[in-house]
């Protein structure tokens, strides 16, 4: 239950650090970790994507990037469909997140994410992805630019048929080039 106020807040920040060093760590395995977030009395992701919206600490978010990163690398490509299509969501708003440190781990989220669609991932749901990132890689902020550039890699590597035309799409209307042409270089 959420509640208003500091100790309700630093309640909420240790409960997410705890969680992203139980995942860290792999105290749990994928497989179980995969019946978990299919149980909806525990309402793991929800809580988690709560938090990614904390606004009372940034520490708070950056922290719950940090345990959803973890999260995805422990289970992997376990992570359902249903489930993917609701994170990803999440994350790409944290792209406009007022803190660059969150905005920054928030793309390394981005990376783990992309390990868990696998190749056979809806072309559909890539394309969100991907659209809802690449604006990011023309950001002000070179780290958060090389940050989101990482991320595409990743996605591009794995979906070369949908990145392909979306950088394109977007290659005229980027201030700079040279991360959609490393991506697109990569192809």
């Not at 959420?2 to 395995?29: D, N, P, Q």
């Not at 994928?30 to 809580?47: F, H, M, N, W, Y």
């Not at 190749?119 to 990132?133: A, I, P, Q």
């Not at 290659?171 to 270089?185: E, F, K, N, T, W």
Request: hydrophobic share 35%.
């Amino acid at each position: 239950v959420w509640e208003v106020g500091k100790t309700a807040a630093s309640i909420r920040f240790h409960a997410v650090v705890t969680l992203g060093t139980y995942f860290r760590h792999r105290l749990v395995g994928s497989g179980e970790l995969a019946k978990i977030l299919l149980d909806d009395r525990v309402g793991l992701l929800p809580t988690l994507h709560s938090t990614l919206e904390e606004d009372y600490y940034a520490d708070t978010r950056l922290a719950s990037c940090h345990t959803l990163e973890a999260l995805l690398r422990c289970v992997g490509e376990r992570l359902t469909d249903e489930q993917k299509r609701l994170v990803y969501p999440e994350l790409t708003k944290r792209l406009d997140d007022s803190s660059d440190r969150v905005r920054v781990q928030c793309c390394g989220t981005l990376e783990a994410l992309v390990e868990c669609l696998g190749r056979d991932y809806c072309e559909t749901n890539t394309g969100y992805l991907l659209k809802g990132v690449l604006i990011h890689m023309d950001d002000t902020n070179p780290e958060v630019q090389e940050a989101v550039c990482r991320a595409v890699e990743k996605l591009a590597r794995l979906k070369p048929q949908v990145c392909r035309p979306c950088l394109h799409e977007v290659r005229d209307q980027h201030r700079g080039v040279a991360y959609i042409d490393r991506v697109l270089g990569q192809l």
